[in-house]
T-cell receptor
Framework: SQTIHQWPATLVQPVGSPLSLECTVEGTSNPNLYWYRQAAGRGLQLLFYSVGIGQISSEVPQNLSASRPQDRQFILSSKKLLLSDSGFYLC?????????????FGPGTRLTVT | GEDVEQSLFLSVREGDSSVINCTYTDSSSTYLYWYKQEPGAGLQLLTYIFSNMDMKQDQRLTVLLNKKDKHLSLRIADTQTGDSAIYFCAERESKGATNKLIFGTGTLLAVQP
């Protein structure tokens, strides 16, 4: 069966510090991968998506970057965090050959920038 | 661009039916989805409906789709306190091959005992 992991679960970082959040998927190959941010108040904002190793598309200009060094690994990074980067970060995947394109979400990482 | 709208809050009594509504703008959307988010957790896929269907039922959940009005609803029968959560409606973006989903802002369902 397929599972998706995110690490760490919670993180408190000072302004100006670097960031690295990791997402890994098990039990599938060649998935589409997505990073979302959910700010307080609910809405989900799509940050990045990837259709393959080394292929990253950015949805909004921001202080963050993403990388996909392996087929089932997706990393969200920042060189210098801002207060506005605080939020709940969710990783999601869909199987490349899925017929209904539903996205499956990880448990999320709660980031607080102080 | 595409947009998905939901009411922010719904309160029901335990045992009653809940109906959560959603409107979307992309008439070419092929799939629409309902997700549930409990406090501090990720989103859990509840169900989805293909655009050539009017209704889909899955145990206590019934999804109704009105393509003409671009309106989607989720009915939860016999609502329980464990159903208290935020419910998100989402549509699959029809253009491109990236399978992006456009999410609504979520409806907070509060179930009163």
């Amino acid at each position: 069966s397929q599972t998706i992991h995110q690490w760490p679960a919670t993180l408190v970082q000072p302004v100006g510090s670097p960031l690295s959040l990791e997402c890994t998927v098990e039990g599938t190959s060649n998935p589409n991968l997505y990073w979302y941010r959910q700010a307080a108040g609910r809405g989900l904002q799509l940050l990045f998506y990837s259709v393959g190793i080394g292929q990253i598309s950015s949805e909004v200009p921001q202080n963050l970057s993403a990388s996909r060094p392996q087929d089932r690994q997706f990393i969200l990074s920042s060189k210098k965090l801002l207060l506005s980067d605080s939020g709940f970060y969710l990783c999601a995947w869909i199987p490349r050959r899925g017929h209904s394109y539903e996205q499956y979400f990880g448990p999320g990482t709660r980031l607080t920038v102080t | 661009g595409e947009d998905v709208e939901q009411s922010l809050f719904l309160s029901v009594r335990e045992g009653d039916s809940s109906v959560i509504n959603c409107t979307y703008t992309d008439s070419s959307s092929t799939y629409l989805y309902w997700y549930k988010q409990e406090p501090g957790a990720g989103l859990q896929l509840l169900t989805y409906i293909f655009s050539n269907m009017d209704m889909k039922q899955d145990q206590r959940l019934t999804v109704l789709l009105n393509k003409k009005d671009k309106h989607l609803s989720l009915r939860i029968a016999d609502t329980q306190t464990g159903d208290s959560a935020i419910y998100f409606c989402a549509e699959r973006e029809s253009k491109g091959a990236t399978n992006k989903l456009i999410f609504g802002t979520g409806t907070l369902l509060a179930v009163q005992p």
